[in-house]
């Protein structure tokens, strides 16, 4: 009697995609590393690593003009918004304040609870001022910073054979001469002729008098003012002070053509160096120590050649790092230090740095931790201090994964950035790549790394600002817009009212051989997402015979006093993860991916893994 041969059971193969790092936009969807995504927008890591969903963002106000700025202020116990609008500055509220600005990109610093700006024009200082009002009131004022007043000389006789002692402050026409009186001459030599026709004042034996009081003449051709009475004789101590007047033609237009400015100094931020004049464009300009009204004339200092501009600076460590363009023949990295020589002057020694990679955006320099960051044609780059026979700074990729996608935007030098909540933010045209601080790969064959990154959509910034965790950004067409961090139920997942589309993908897989033909049954493969109080998923299949289909809809809400939508009301209190069968068979291919996505308006949505069930087929043919 024959007996009854009953079939070996398929064995079936699982492939699990349970480490997610960032997206992969360097190579063929088949080529990437399965942690990566080639396709995925709008997502971000969570805490634990995962891929999730990005908030949304409002627009708080709109304004005439594109946005040129966001800036704040915290005085008198709270912060105030800043907003530079095309040719107008206003508080985010709406408060004009002023309505002659550049309309240029600004940059701006805070300083002893004022607002200095730079704006390319002018060199302005915002501040709140008191009124003599019943009851009494503020207001906000903007206007030329009142300029220290350097004394110029010193140890002068009334020839005016002095001691040179501070420089001449680029900002302010005003200065003062201190002079000994030798109790008989009258006439006293100022270190300038042709003064300006503003008041010359005057301390003798420190008694104050000014000019019109009949104490003395003034001379402002010759630049000498004549006393009534000769000054007493002091031994040689100064006794006589004069403050006047001499403005020099272009020494304003030096510092108020500057476009931005940071703070640098000896262990600490002590002076303000500002640069982006296009008259000087290889120059910048430090201030006095803790000074910003003060910019001595000869507090400047050149980096290479003129034929490429100063773009922007860099901390590191005890450095600043000033990073000019490239023009494929100057060094594009300079390094500056600050150092004190023997009678307790501070300077700062300039090295010339690396060639052959430069900036392109001036509004793309930041950095996660201490690692600087700055577009470059190329992608994005840190200034990198390596250490060998010699101490050496190389420059040094930091976003491969992305660089075949980012450097073919238009129009990078627009681009702006933000570093924010441990990520570093890059946008241009309306896309945002986004750096994550907590993940780095090697990303090529060097021995530097990759940030892991991330791609959104429709963040249409090109100015950013960041303030006690909250992100601002200003737009094109005049908005301000602000990122839903104080939001926590669902609506926080829409960009004004409209739907956020986020995809995750996965590689286009072959499982280890592309020869083979595999088969997916309809049932044992799944995604595992994330609990939201209102979630969905879209599962798309792709395989190598075809341009994808959907395998599977589902929502996926948690119920929630606080979210409560009717037209889906659950009672599942459950916040577990929960489990979304793919119920798909699909039938002999070589390779596979596997796309979720939701893009419904005010939903979560969050992946923790994926499982894939095949079995093994014949050969390809």
């Not at 070996?8 to 995609?17: F, H, I, L, Q, S």
């Not at 309505?99 to 609870?113: A, P």
Request: charged share 25%.
């Amino acid at each position: 009697m024959a007996q009854m041969r009953i079939p070996a059971a398929r064995k079936v193969y699982t492939k699990k995609y349970a480490t997610f790092r960032g997206v992969d936009f360097s190579t063929d969807p088949a080529m990437v590393d399965e942690t990566r995504s080639p396709d995925a927008k709008n997502i971000i890591s969570d805490a634990g690593g995962y891929p999730e969903k990005r908030i949304g963002w409002e627009t708080k106000a709109t304004f005439e003009g594109h946005i040129n700025g966001l800036f704040s202020l915290y005085a008198d116990g709270e912060t105030t918004v800043f907003v530079h609008h095309g040719t107008k500055l206003s508080t985010l509220d709406g408060v004009l304040i002023a309505s002659d600005m550049n309309d240029h990109d600004s940059t701006g610093f805070v300083y002893e609870g004022k607002l200095y700006l730079l704006d390319g024009v002018k060199y302005r200082v915002v501040e709140r001022r008191y009124l003599q009002t019943v009851p009494p009131s503020t207001q906000w004022v903007i206007d030329i910073p009142q300029g220290f007043t350097p004394t110029t000389i010193v140890g002068a006789s009334p020839a005016g054979d002095g001691k040179a002692l501070e420089a001449v402050n680029l900002i302010s026409a005003r200065r003062k001469n201190s002079f000994y009186g030798d109790g008989s001459s009258k006439t006293f030599r100022l270190d300038a002729s042709y003064l300006d026709s503003a008041a010359v004042y005057a301390t003798v034996d420190g008694v104050e008098s000014f000019e019109g009081d009949s104490s003395f003449t003034v001379d402002r051709t010759a630049g000498t003012v004549t006393f009534v009475h000769a000054p007493s004789d002091s031994g040689g101590v100064d006794n006589v002070v004069i403050e006047f007047s001499r403005t020099i033609e272009g020494n304003a237009d030096v510092i108020n053509k500057c476009t931005f400015a940071t703070w640098y100094g000896m262990g600490n931020d002590s002076r303000v160096f500002v640069s982006g004049n296009p008259d000087h464009p290889n120059m910048d300009w430090n201030s006095g120590l803790y000074d910003p009204t003060y910019f001595p004339d000869t507090g400047y200092t050149k980096f290479g050649t003129d034929s490429s501009r100063i773009m922007g600076y860099l901390k590191q460590y005890d450095n600043l790092l000033v990073v000019k363009e490239d023009n494929d023949q100057d060094a594009t990295i300079f390094m500056r230090s600050a150092e004190i020589d023997s009678n307790g002057t501070a300077y700062f020694p300039v090295f010339q740095g690396v060639s052959g990679v430069g900036a392109i955006a001036m509004k793309s320099f930041g950095a996660l931790n201490d690692d600087p960051l700055f577009l470059a044609k190329e992608g994005v780059f840190s200034p990198v201090l390596t250490y060998g026979v010699k101490q050496e700074r190389t420059m040094q990729n930091r976003s491969y994964f992305i660089d075949a996608r980012l450097t073919k935007e238009e129009g990078l030098e627009n681009a702006c950035s933000v570093s924010w909540n441990g990520f570093y933010l890059l946008c241009v045209n309306g896309n945002c790549y986004v750096a994550d601080q907590r993940q780095k790969s090697k990303g090529n064959n060097t021995s530097s790394y990759s940030y892991e990154w991330f791609f959104w959509d429709n963040i249409p910034a090109r100015t950013f600002l960041e303030l006690d965790g909250s992100l601002y950004f200003g737009t094109e067409d005049g908005r301000v817009c602000r990122f839903k961090t104080d939001v926590v139920n669902s609506s926080r997942y829409n960009d004004d009212s409209m739907p956020i589309d986020a995809v995750w993908s996965t590689k286009m897989d072959d499982d280890g051989d592309f020869m083979l033909q595999k088969t997916i049954p309809k049932k044992g493969s799944g995604i595992m997402i994330k609990p939201y109080s209102r979630s969905g998923i879209d599962i798309y299949v792709r395989t190598n015979k075809d341009l994808g289909r959907k395998a599977r809809t589902a929502t996926m809400d948690v119920f929630d006093f606080n979210d409560i939508d009717f037209s889906r009301l659950t009672f599942e209190t459950n916040d577990s993860p929960k489990i979304v069968p793919i119920n798909m068979k699909v039938k002999k291919y070589s390779s596979m991916q596997i796309m979720m996505r939701n893009n419904a308006l005010n939903e979560g949505f969050g992946v923790y893994g994926v499982v894939k069930r095949y079995y093994v087929g014949n050969y390809m043919k």
